[in-house]
Structures are given as structure tokens and as C-alpha cells.
């Protein structure tokens, strides 16, 4: 009898710690969450649009593209560790049905390149693409050529393998796009900008954190509208 109240007991101040230890919030995806944990595992993305989610890895980490045919589908990320938000970008072009993007871990701190996860993007047809044509080279860091692609109102710098890698746009500052035309680079004096054109003279560049980072490393400091120069915000 002892011996069963005892078991009782037992199992009863077991449930009891459970419930009282704190909650981990944890997005339960993926194939190691302890490594990679991501809120979703499988998203619809329309082209020409983007889907942002939340990540949280524990090590830095790159990634790669499998079955993608559009130069301006890519991935918006850190890429370093910690609790982040990370968008996917699919191109207005792209072609493919179902995407996957596949995450490696790479850090010296975790000496292995087994550790990986992968998101699939089932993509939705979009409206009609509008013309893309490619109106400048443009000089990169590295020394390298690049070029810019205006893709409706939206306008991509690519490296010299006509991969995205940063895009801007320009907002009206109530949350509306404004059209524009690339005219290509201005400078001030000090900094180079990209030069455009639009009906809306007080237009202003919009662009993410990740991105402004890119194009400053390039040498690009913001959008001349209208001959006025405009640093990114």
C-alpha cells in the first residue's frame, strides 16, 4: 500500500512541475527547433509580392534557392542569430509552381554544416509582369559591374550575375508607391544617388534595413527625385 501511494505521489508531483515551469515560446517548426525554429514551414507566396515571417536561430546561417527561375526572388534576412523577422521576395516572373529555400548553418561556433531546414514556397500566380529592362550598369564594392532593373515601380541593383541583391522604391509618405522612371546615377559632390523621375517632386525613397545596408556598403546613398537628393531613411 505504501508503496503505491508513494507511486501516486510520484506522478502526481511530476505533472505539478511540469505545470508550473515557464512557458518557451517556440514556433515548433522545423527539423532541429533547438537550432532553427521558424513560424512557418510551408507558405503561399502570389509573384511579385513577399511573405514575412518570424525566425529564430540559434547560429548564423546563409542560404540557397531550389527550383526558382526568377533573378528577383531572394531571401530578406540577417543571416546572424537571435529572434529576427524574415521575408521572402518572389519575383513578379517567376515561372516555378513550388519553391524551396534551404537554410545551412554557418558559424565557427558550431563546427558542422549537418545543421539545415527548409521552407517550401508554393507560388501563386500574380497579375501580369510588367516590362523589365535593364537600364544601367552600375559600379559595385567589390569592383565589379552590377546593373539596375526596374520592375513596375519598384527598382533592383544586381550583382555581376544578375542576382538581386538590394531594391528601392519611392513613397508618397501615406503608405502609397509612386510611379517613377530611372534615369541613373547622380552625384552630389559628395555620394552617388540614383537619379529618377517622378509627378510627385516630394516623393521619398523607400527601402528595409537590410537593403539600406547593402546599398551603402555600394557606395549609394539615396534617390535624387526631380534633381533633389534624398538619403535613405
Not at 18 to 43: C, H, K, R, W
Not at 142 to 164: H, L
Not at 194 to 217: Q, W
Request: hydrophobic share 40%.
Amino acid at each position: 500500500m505504501n508503496k503505491t501511494i508513494r507511486t501516486i505521489f510520484g506522478i502526481a508531483l511530476s505533472v505539478f512541475m511540469l505545470a508550473s515551469m515557464p512557458a518557451v515560446n517556440s514556433f515548433a517548426y522545423g527539423a532541429d527547433t533547438e537550432v532553427m525554429d521558424f513560424q512557418d514551414s510551408v507558405i503561399t507566396v502570389e509573384a511579385g509580392s513577399s511573405y514575412t515571417m518570424g525566425l529564430r536561430s540559434a547560429y548564423d546561417y546563409t542560404y540557397y534557392i531550389k527550383g526558382s527561375t526568377s533573378k528577383a526572388t531572394r531571401l530578406e534576412a540577417s543571416f546572424k542569430s537571435g529572434t529576427q523577422k524574415i521575408t521572402f521576395h518572389v519575383g513578379a516572373d517567376e515561372t516555378a509552381k513550388t519553391m524551396d529555400f534551404y537554410f545551412y548553418v554557418v558559424d565557427d561556433r558550431l563546427h558542422t554544416t549537418d545543421k539545415w531546414d527548409v521552407i517550401q514556397v508554393n507560388v501563386k500566380p500574380g497579375k501580369p509582369a510588367a516590362a523589365v529592362s535593364v537600364t544601367e550598369t552600375v559600379s559595385l564594392a567589390n569592383g565589379k559591374t552590377g546593373s539596375v532593373v526596374k520592375i513596375g515601380d519598384v527598382a533592383m541593383m544586381n550583382n555581376e550575375s544578375g542576382v538581386g541583391m538590394a531594391s528601392f522604391s519611392l513613397s508618397d509618405g501615406k503608405g502609397h508607391m509612386v510611379p517613377f522612371n530611372y534615369k541613373g546615377i547622380a552625384n552630389n559632390g559628395s555620394a552617388n544617388y540614383f537619379n529618377v523621375a517622378s509627378s510627385l517632386g516630394y516623393a521619398s525613397p523607400k527601402i528595409s534595413e537590410s537593403d539600406k545596408a547593402v546599398m551603402l556598403a555600394n557606395g549609394y546613398a539615396g534617390v535624387c527625385v526631380n534633381g533633389t537628393c534624398k538619403n535613405w531613411p
